[in-house]
DNA sequence: GTTTTCAGTGTAATCGTTTTCAGAATGCCG
DNA sequence: CGGCATTCTGAAAACGATTACACTGAAAAC
């Protein structure tokens, strides 16, 4: 039989409503408040959460749903919430999407059941659209994938520029034939192409940008087929990490060198982009910040719901190496 | 307001006796069940599942708790886990210890609180050593850390015999100076470390172990400083990937080639593994199937709660990869 | 034709807390 | 010394579901 507030309050003397005060550090008297606590020690008495979220109405749980805890870009910003969470004495409960819309109206769902106080949520376009006629009754911080500016808090690299800023780079260490490849489920997909596109127009060079599925393999079997094509590039601007792991494997694999046959630019600086080949090119994305920044959102939200939308742009840093160190194109523009 | 049971019956025509057997599944007939379903779309009703848990004592809900997710080990074990709870109807709970003890008492007693069916859980080594006494009253699964056969079921890799492979391979190759580095929190350091020592002492070879904290700066420092003092190993084998990518920094700081000046051989297959340098060699761990036997042993456990513990050991398999081609002490042997 | 089953349904008790409300005790003031 | 805040404390009513139990009517068994 499991102890419960009751068993404590007959241990110490007191009602049960006596016990519940020394929890919830209500106005106890001392010595009452110190018979209890040896009660509970006692008796190692330990709250139902179940019972205390019934009744209380707060469910102290705030919701994260993102598309695969294994992208090393979720991972650190899982770990940021949670810490945020914790540290205000909440719980969170974690759901992976895998991009897939009908598993994101699943997760939904369940985080109605459990009543959480508030989502963060990194959805697919599909979802993103949709989201406003579900009719969820929690507020909501978009992370990673803002949209369009919807009626939603969000929290979000400004991916165009970042990819704009690769494009430029490789640009000014010579590289002319700059190509490009993005996720085709995500948002960030589309703007860091927008980004892209942008940057070599601007710069008077012709955009080849592919969208494929978000797994390395594509990357690789795309890659490799780009490289043994007519419009053969001499640098990708690559929109994930796990698409440049693709990339770099198609590379090696037909045994060509970077940079000398391909430059490479990526987003996120994992700590091993910086031990392949001559080191990889990155935007390093403040993942940590992205986590609590969505966090400081969702509890403003909690404190003024009426409050307009706010969209906050966080913006990368371009970590430079030898993935993207100019360049045979450099010699061989200076040529005509 | 939100909606509940009773407003449910009330539009069905039902008493929320019925409703909450539609819910289960129970008997009803089919006249009122398509009517309580219909009642339960046009009101939007979700279920609230703190109060389902509480009136039914089943949370339905498992707890796991791993170092760091971060780590691609656990991101994978956790993923395997997930997967088989969701398809069960279950929850996961999921918390980072970052092998500090007193967070994991913290958790531990979060687990309790939450009144979880069981818990998944990789352990400090000084929590493993207390956790009997902890009183805990539901079944725990270990993974990763088996610790010398407790009360516990676990499921974990045969370390001393990965260890002893990874020794094996070096000799085969013809490195002889091989060293060993392992992290000091976990029991795997320590049974790696077993492994390595055992199989050095059947080669007749002098062992050079280090024990240190699990991070890739310690093992960068203690690595540099390694290769400049006078017991220069020629190989070493990593006890983990993060302290694996520790040396991959600390060899390439100082201009050495891998594995011309050192030879190197890890744990775990990450992808980022394949891409470094030649190539490096690991073994690699069945992540998924380590998740997915956690989980089985679990359901077993609960199934029998009075059958003695079992320890499910799993090897791993050897990726042999660049780092850990033959040599120059292969021609060095030769000599004498 | 009466008695048993039995499937389907409703009523009310229950899970373990928090919280409202009212009462008891204390101190202060006039 | 009586009245009035002020502070603690306890009894009892929620919270929103599940489930034990009793009941109904129809079908089956005698």
Redesign the interface.
């Known amino acids: 039989m ?1 102890v419960g507030i009751k068993d404590v309050a007959l241990a110490a003397g007191v009602s049960v409503a006596t016990v519940s005060r020394v929890i919830g550090n209500g106005p106890v008297s001392e010595a009452l408040r110190s018979r209890v606590e040896d009660a509970i020690r006692a008796t ?1 008495y ?6 205390r ?2 009744r209380s109405q707060h ?1 102290q749980t705030i919701g994260l749903i993102v598309s ?3 992208n ?1 870009f979720f ?2 910003v ?2 940021a919430v ?1 810490e945020a969470a914790y540290h205000a004495g909440m ?4 759901c ?1 999407s895998d991009e897939n819309p009908e598993r994101e109206l699943l997760y939904l ?2 985080m ?4 959480i106080t508030g989502l963060i949520f990194a959805p697919t376009r599909t979802t993103l659209d949709g989201l406003d006629g579900i ?1 969820l ?1 929690f507020p909501v911080v978009l992370i990673d994938r803002g949209g369009p500016s919807g009626g939603h808090d969000a929290v979000v690299l400004d991916n165009a520029q970042a990819a704009a800023t690769l494009v430029d780079h490789l640009h000014a260490q010579g590289y002319r034939r700059i190509a490009g490849l993005f996720g085709n489920t995500s948002t960030t997909g589309v703007e860091r192409h927008d980004g892209y596109r942008a940057a070599m127009a601007a710069r008077g060079l012709e955009a080849d940008a592919r969208f494929i599925p978000p797994y ?1 393999e594509a990357a690789e079997t795309e890659v490799a087929r780009w490289l043994g094509g007519p419009d053969r590039p001499d640098a990708v601007v690559v929109s994930n990490s796990l698409l440049l ?1 693709g990339v ?2 198609a590379v ?1 694999g037909l045994g060509l060198s970077i940079p000398g046959d391909l430059a490479l630019a990526g987003f996120d600086n ?3 982009t ?4 001559p080191g990889l090119t990155v935007i390093e994305q403040p993942v940590h910040d992205i986590g609590r920044t969505a966090m400081e959102l969702l509890f403003e939200r909690l404190d003024a719901p009426a409050r307009p939308a706010r969209k906050v742009v966080l913006s990368g840093t371009c970590v430079v190496r030898g993935s993207t160190a100019g360049s045979k194109s450099l010699a061989g523009a200076a040529v005509p």
């Open positions: 499991t190692g330990r709250p139902n959460l179940s019972a979220r019934l469910s695969d805890i294994r090393p991972t650190a899982s770990r949670e719980r969170v409960i974690l992976n769902r369940l109605q059941e459990e009543r009719g009754d390395a792991m770099v494997k090696r994992e700590p091993w910086e031990l392949v080949g």
